[in-house]
């Protein structure tokens, strides 16, 4: 049985910062990314757009690092589980980094609606 099961909520809470943490000292994309995150939030500041235009765009923005943390997570353990290079490794490596491209095609989309939605005002 696990030993992170039924854990207290500030236990499970370290789990997360701790894979967070690890993540983003290994993965260069999760930097960039958090730092794109950061300077949206600021243009979010300047810009003042609505509440849901806040909430579209920290979804979006969650959905991309979300995506890139799970890539990050599935390359680790395919390498972990199969170190040599192998075709069916290669496409789930493939398969989870194209998910995290769709999930920031879809940020870029609502990046433009809100410009779109700003320079009509």
Known sequence: MSTQKNQSLPRR???AL???GHALRVE???RTQ???FALVVLALLVLRPGALWWAAVMLASAGVLAAELFNTA???LADHLHPEQHPRIRIVKDC???AVLIAALGAVAVAVALAVHLLRR
Do not use: D, I, M, Q
């Open 74 to 76: 599935l390359e680790a």
């Open 96 to 98: 989870a980094a194209a």
């Open 13 to 15: 809470l370290g789990f």
């Open 18 to 20: 701790a894979g967070l």
């Open 34 to 36: 958090g730092a794109v």
């Open 28 to 30: 260069r994309s999760l």
